[in-house]
């Protein structure tokens, strides 16, 4: 695929990520009180992330032959969902950081506890989106939101956000617990994002459903392994945010344990991988340059 | 029904629930680390509330001819989704509560930081649970997930919060004002309570559906007043929390509006209104005492 056509596919995906985030949240059906509500989800839904969770459900959902328009109510629900996990996150009580991507966060912007509220409605209106899309099938339907729960829930993505939290009182984090935290915080999420994919375009099979998850949680841990060598490598300008967070914070990072080198080895190694599990999907080469790409960003 | 009977089928739909609830979070599959948050989500969960959404669920599921086994997977996910609301109330930023029915709030005894997250994970669990389940067909499941996640969200219970946090700064709230706050924060929970029951039983006709909500926004307004009234004339060991909170925090109520004795009369009379709704259940005999027992409540 030459590169305008990559960028092309990638701004067609995004735009109707945002098409559909703007239908699922207006303000038409609410009293006032509720468009605060209503303003401050948005705020943060609106705060310009990087859209890869959304993209790779309609990447999926493509390299299976499937039509796109069967992804959007998965695509939107899987942003809506990290938009309230990097709400939470954000939170005095949690990280306490008062910026997002050049932001003020939510409870800057919007206070306390209208984030806490904002961030609870993104939790649960996903499951909503999902059960009354028209596009999909009840029993995809009913696929796509078991295994949404699962990987938000307590084993998953919140499951991950505790372990990382136990992990910062500690200073002999290994390797295993690291990508143990990994998998869980972060590699979730992108997993099940591949999975809702394949599902939308009823390639279902146990083989499927498994390579489609393999190269989520690798894409997952060799997006975490450059991050964390772009906080030493970076500055605050290219990045977007403060780089030297992770020493400041004396937290176990792949840099920590094995230095900047052998981590972006690590990074490649596992984006080779991730690579080789795209051959099981026939349309692959938006997800093979997506897949490069992510690996050599430099915010 | 002899009050005897009435008990024993109370005791058994409890029973069931925290069955449910047990099985649905226990430590199995979970990491050491994971253990501290089911661990704070079950303190929340085995603080021993009046398990009146579950039971309407399964009284529902009864009164409409229905199995109660069918309503074990959206009972305890009510319960889950009440509980949730209630450790997220509690946080310093919200209502600033120590204490939950005589016992130190969830951050109290976990930290604010598992106490949030405890939450989420209970807001999205029962999307799992309900997914899961093999009573219900995926038709029920999904009218169920889409009814639930609205019941939940920023036109339901949420909204009902930044509504309840809006009219907190104001000493004029007038009468359809409180109704409608109360109608957000707590009558979307109950009647969809009473709806899921419904359908459970798979009685899904527009016509019983609409009873069966308007039963439960009546009995859960009547179930506000209540409230507004118990805090001015009981006493803090009757209730089980502290007596006169409202007048301290200046809060509009139906005694504020009215006064004790007009307030008795309006919850008498929208209890006769749910009383009357009930006729179009033929098993109704369970709901109507639970009915009369919910109005004449010393805590």
């Known amino acids: 695929m030459i590169m305008s056509d990559f960028n092309e ?8 990520t945002e098409e559909k985030l703007r ?9 006032a009180a509720q468009k605060d509500l209503i303003d401050a989800m948005n705020y943060s839904l609106e705060a310009g992330g990087k859209r890869i969770r959304p993209v790779l459900v309609y990447a999926f959902c493509e390299a299976c032959g499937g039509d796109i328009s069967k992804a959007a109510a998965p695509a939107a629900a899987i942003e809506m969902i990290h938009t309230f996990s990097l709400i939470h996150d954000d939170l005095p009580a949690m990280d306490n950081d008062d910026f997002r991507r050049g932001k003020p966060s939510c409870h800057k912007a919007y206070g ?11 939790s649960v209106l996903p499951f ?8 999909l099938s009840p029993d995809q339907k009913i696929s796509i939101i078991s295994r949404l729960a699962k990987a938000v829930g307590r084993n998953g993505m919140i499951g991950g956000q505790v372990i990382d939290m136990e992990n910062e009182e500690r200073s002999d984090v290994t390797d295993p617990e690291l990508r143990n935290m990994y998998r869980h915080k972060t590699g979730e999420l992108i997993a099940v994002s591949c999975v809702m994919g394949c599902i939308c375009a009823g390639a279902d099979s146990p083989e499927v459903l498994s390579a489609a998850a393999d190269y989520g949680y690798k894409l997952g841990l060799a997006f975490q392994i450059i991050d964390d060598i772009l906080d030493v490598t970076s500055t605050t300008e290219a990045l977007g945010k403060p780089v030297g967070s992770d020493e400041e914070e004396n937290k176990t990072t792949f840099v920590t344990i094995y230095g900047v080198e052998k981590a972006q080895e690590i990074a490649e190694s596992i984006t080779s991988e991730a ?8 349309n692959n080469s938006f997800l093979r340059q997506l897949t490069e790409l992510l690996l050599n960003r430099k915010n």
Chains 1, 2 share one sequence.
Do not use: V
């Not at 909503?128 to 596009?135: E, L, P, R």
């Open 128 to 135: 909503g989106i999902i059960a009354d899309d028209t596009a």
């Open 9 to 16: 596919k990638f701004k067609e995906y995004i735009a109707y």
């Open 23 to 31: 239908s699922c949240n207006c303000h038409d059906d609410s009293s």
């Open 275 to 282: 690579m080789l599990l795209l051959e099981n999907f026939e």
């Open 112 to 122: 306390e506890a209208m984030a806490i509220l904002a961030g609870d409605a993104l």
